[in-house]
T-cell receptor, first 113, second 112 residues
Framework: AQSVTQLGSHVSVSEGALVLLRCNYS??????LFWYVQYPNQGLQLLLK??????LVKGINGFEAEFKKSETSFHLTKPSAHMSDAAEYFC???????????FGQGTELSVKP | GAGVSQSPSNKVTEKGKDVELRCDPI?????LYWYRQSLGQGLEFLIYFQGNSAPDKSGLPSDRFSAERTGGSVSTLTIQRTQQEDSAVYLC??????????FGQGTRLTVV
């Protein structure tokens, strides 16, 4: 069975600081991995995805994530946080690009001025 | 439409009543998913439709929950005899073949 663990339900950073949101996965088959962002009262928006091509994946809004098979991790980073990055972030795994997604519990990112 | 549309956006119902939640996927998308988002449980997979294949119902929490997809397009999630623990945001998503899923803004269900 597949699963996702996001370390830290809440992360707070200062504006301009590095953002690091952690995600570890468990999968019996090569995984497809995703990061989604959810702004208040909105649906989920895809930030980036890993589909077995390059291990460093670049997404929208300056975010990127690195797939590390040896660590079963897919951490999300952004070099410099912006106030508009404040939202909830979800890591997800699926057995295929179009298969059902198994989500982590989410990490709420706060950005302090 | 341009995106996944869900209706109603908010629904308040009395315990024991039945409710129907509607999802209009992006035109041409072959796959449709329902998820439930609640404070204690995070984002839970409910059901997945892919083309003409039998739906994956493995996430439905009880037999009070059912969903159908008519004509390969619009989907309705039905909850019978609602309970307070059914209160949550119900999210629908669609995708084309095996590409990434696009989500609607959800229906917030409150059972009183």
């Amino acid at each position: 069975a597949q699963s996702v663990t996001q370390l830290g339900s809440h992360v707070s950073v200062s504006e301009g600081a590095l953002v690091l949101l952690r995600c570890n996965y468990s999968s019996s088959v090569p995984p497809y991995l995703f990061w989604y962002v959810q702004y208040p009262n909105q649906g989920l928006q895809l930030l980036l995805k890993y589909t077995s091509a390059a291990t460093l994946v670049k997404g929208i809004n300056g975010f990127e994530a690195e797939f590390k098979k040896s660590e079963t991790s897919f951490h999300l980073t952004k070099p410099s946080a912006h106030m508009s990055d404040a939202a909830e972030y979800f890591c997800a795994v699926s057995e295929g690009q179009g298969g059902k997604l198994i989500f982590g519990q989410g990490t709420e990112l706060s950005v302090k001025p | 439409g341009a995106g996944v549309s869900q209706s109603p956006s908010n629904k308040v119902t009395e315990k024991g009543k039945d409710v129907e939640l509607r999802c209009d996927p992006i035109s041409g998308h072959t796959a449709l998913y329902w998820y439930r988002q609640s404070l204690g449980q995070g984002l839970e997979f409910l059901i997945y439709f892919q083309g003409n294949s039998a739906p994956d119902k493995s996430g439905l929490p009880s037999d009070r929950f059912s969903a159908e997809r008519t004509g390969g397009s619009v989907s309705t999630l039905t909850i019978q005899r609602t309970q307070q623990e059914d209160s949550a945001v119900y999210l629908c998503a669609s995708s084309f073949a095996f590409t990434e899923a696009f989500f609607g803004q959800g229906t917030r269900l409150t059972v009183v």
